[in-house]
């Protein structure tokens, strides 16, 4: 039995559940717009057993083998409108989540992904060092709230970018002249600057032992948001050289992550440089774009319930990537 988690409306999750329901795979929707009417019942025992109660049926969470998680903020849910901070419905909503979310930690189910393997996203300095260790090339990175620090690394690197420290979504924008007054702003928010890497844009989703890579075409420094700078955007899927898609596979496995979606760059002498590793990558937006089967790849990644096997859904990988 596979479990889903999520709204209805969200890519990612939605063509994930069209994909397990194409290959008639058994399978229960755990709809978050339903968090008030959902019940689930834990026993710490011996192990972690319990009870999901949702749409009018049971389910033994024994029987579940693999988890796809894709939960949004529980407070913007429709049930939680108009709910006080500390009042009844916010009480219980929040009791099922951290009991769910205790239960997804530690099930011998797959989990597309735990929650503690997506952590490093959380701490992006962090992520980056563990992306270093892995064996890529990073930018030169300084997280301050000294402004003449900035300053400084400014000088030095010419060409510099700032985004946000946190797994916040951020828009990645390039030092310019207008900020050189707001730079003493840092002084209340710590803020990571990064070394601007010239080059090509590349998505890599490590889906199992699938790579699928895409290459971005793009004039904007956030490619994510085109219209802020008036440039335009293509993707399109692409093939991986063989070291640099072994390489994502092995960022995957040491962040423990079955799925995740990396953000890479190569520059015009054929350097690859990894920014970061996307632990619930929205890949509804690649796919659509590419017909790459991402989906399918996931969907056989829960249906088998473990990371390995699937190397054939995914884009080849060869050498070399033509930009």
């Known amino acids: 039995m596979i479990l889903l988690w999520g709204i209805a409306s969200d890519g990612p999750l939605a063509q994930v559940r069209s994909a397990l329901l194409r290959a008639g795979a058994p399978m ?85 992904n735990r929650p503690s393997a997506m952590s490093s996203n959380h701490a992006k300095p962090y992520q980056l060092d563990l992306i270093r260790k892995a064996g890529f090339a990073v930018p030169d990175t300084l997280v301050t709230t000294d402004p003449d620090a900035i300053a400084g690394f400014w000088e030095r690197h010419r060409q510099v970018i700032y985004k946000s420290v946190s797994g916040m979504r ?37 889906v199992g032992q699938a790579v699928f890579g895409c290459e971005i075409r793009s004039e904007a420094h956030d490619y994510r948001y085109p219209h802020r700078q008036l440039a335009d955007v293509s993707l399109h899927a692409c093939d991986i050289p063989g070291d640099i898609a072994d390489r994502c596979r092995q960022l995957a496995a040491s962040l423990g992550l079955a799925v995740t979606g990396i953000d890479l760059r190569r520059t015009p002498e054929g350097a690859w440089y990894c920014f970061e590793a996307n632990p619930s990558p929205g890949f ?39 930009a």
């Open 284 to 322: 509804s937006y690649y796919e659509e774009s590419t017909g790459q089967p991402i989906s399918d790849a996931i969907a056989h990644v829960l249906m088998q319930g473990s990371v390995g096997g699937f190397a054939a859904l995914g884009t080849k990988v060869a050498d070399p990537v033509h």
């Open 170 to 206: 951020s828009i990645v924008t390039r030092l310019g002249d207008e900020h050189r007054d707001r730079l003493h702003d840092v002084s209340a928010c710590p803020t990571q600057f990064q070394q601007c890497i010239d080059g090509t844009d590349y998505r890599v989703h490590v």
């Open 28 to 112: 229960v929707f755990l709809d978050q717009q339903r968090v008030l009417q959902d019940r689930i019942v834990l026993s710490l025992d011996d192990g972690i057993r319990g009870s999901l109660h949702t749409g009018g049926q049971v389910l033994d969470l024994s029987a579940v083998t693999a988890v796809y998680v894709r939960p949004y903020d529980t407070l913007r849910m429709h049930a939680m409108q108009g709910a006080k901070p500390g009042g009844r419905r916010h009480q219980r909503a929040f009791a099922f989540d951290n009991a769910l979310t205790s239960w997804i930690e530690l099930t011998p189910a797959l989990v597309v």
